[in-house]
Every structure is written in structure tokens, then in C-alpha cells.
């Protein structure tokens, strides 16, 4: 399989890289939300993210009326936690999506980039033995912002850019498409709330229009 291609050469660089004990914060979360469950006449797309999706999604759904069933899987989790694929399985085993718009890299700073991108490669995995048909899109995790002055990144979007790469990387091997939601926003400090990492109305609303729009043309 073309999954195997890459899995392969990846675990010899790194491996002892996949985490064997989840690495927890103070606060552990996972909000799992179906809309039109019932229904089937047109496709269903889900959105995993973490509180950044879950702030866009909203604006996804309202665009898509018509035209899709939104769905949300947004958690705390990282990739990288050794228990993350038993909550997105779950999920694929009980509907159909027809795509799948994927972003994972603000939460997990316990685990080591090479932690990240094993755990990213065996959702990927997980995903495409799951739910095959269905069109998987990567979305850039966006930056963060110094909370006394939000012209400024924090220095913790230096990982960010790290991992994003490292996805980065990884699409382009399984030819995946990129909804790069850092270079939207990252000219645009006026669309970050006051704590540096969410979106104001404004910035929750450009984020809605560029999701709803990738997954438009990956619609079946």
C-alpha cells in the first residue's frame, strides 16, 4: 500500500518515536457534534480540530446548508496521544464522510516533534483503513500571539511552524490537499482574541469561508 512507502523509512529515523503513555494536561476535553444525523441525501463532512475549529464551525455549516451535513470532532488531544485514534475511529465507524477537513498541533507540548509526526502518520493510517473514501484535507495550525501585544507571536509558534512542516511533509507524500488556515491569519493580528490563540467574530469568519470553500471543491 502507498501508506507503507512512507511509514517505513519514517520508523527507521525515528524508532522509538510513538508515544506508549499518553501525556495529559491540567484539562482534557473532546466535544463530538453531528448535525442532520438522521439524514442522508447529500454527503457529510467532518471537521477535527480543537477549540479553533470548533470556534470556525458554525460559519462552515451555515455556508455548506444545502450542500452538506456538518459534523465536529474537536478534543484537547494530540496526535501524538497514544488514545486519539480510539476517539476518531469511533466516530468513522458510525457515519460515512465524504471529506474530512483535519488540523492537530496547538495542544501536546509534552510530546517530542518526533512523537507528533509518528502519531500524525498513524492517523493518517488510521483514517485511510477506516473511512478510504473519504477525501482527507490538512488544515496549518495557526500561530500564536504574545497576549500584551498581538502584533507579536509568542514563542511557542516557533513549534508551531515545526509541526507544520512536519505535516507538511507528510501531505505532500500522500498528496493531500493543504487548507492553510497559519498564512491566512498570520497577517491579521485584529482577528485574535485577547488571549493570543482564539478568533474574534471577524477571524472565525474568514476561517469559516476558507474551510467551507476546500471542502466545497473536494466534495464529491
Request: hydrophobic share 40%.
Amino acid at each position: 500500500m502507498k501508506l507503507l512507502t512512507i511509514l517505513i523509512p519514517l520508523c527507521f529515523l525515528v524508532p522509538f518515536a510513538v508515544a506508549e503513555e499518553p501525556v495529559r494536561e491540567r484539562i482534557e476535553w473532546i466535544d463530538v457534534w453531528v448535525t442532520d444525523a438522521d439524514k442522508t441525501a447529500l454527503p457529510r463532512v467532518l471537521l477535527v480540530g480543537d477549540s479553533i475549529a470548533r470556534g470556525y464551525f458554525g460559519g462552515v455549516e451555515q455556508q455548506l446548508a444545502g450542500k452538506a451535513y456538518c459534523a465536529r470532532l474537536t478534543t484537547s488531544k494530540c496526535v501524538a496521544d497514544p488514545t486519539f485514534n480510539d476517539d476518531l475511529k469511533s466516530l468513522l465507524k458510525q457515519y460515512k464522510f465524504s471529506v474530512i477537513h483535519f488540523n492537530n498541533g496547538l495542544h501536546g507540548w509534552g510530546y517530542s516533534e518526533d512523537q507528533y509526526r509518528a502519531g500524525l502518520l498513524n492517523t493518517v493510517d488510521a483514517v485511510q483503513q477506516q473511512a478510504g473514501d473519504a477525501r482527507l484535507i490538512w488544515a496549518t495550525t495557526t500561530p500564536v500571539r504574545e497576549t500584551t501585544d498581538l502584533q507579536r507571536f509568542a514563542e511557542r509558534t516557533a513549534r508551531v511552524k515545526v509541526r507544520n512542516q512536519l505535516a507538511a511533509e507528510i501531505a505532500k507524500a500522500q498528496h493531500l490537499p493543504t487548507d492553510d488556515l497559519f498564512e491566512l491569519v498570520q497577517g491579521r493580528a485584529e482577528w485574535t482574541s485577547g488571549d493570543g490563540v482564539h478568533f474574534n467574530g471577524d477571524g472565525n469568519e474568514a476561517l469559516a469561508r476558507q474551510v467551507a470553500t476546500i471542502v466545497l471543491e473536494n466534495l464529491p
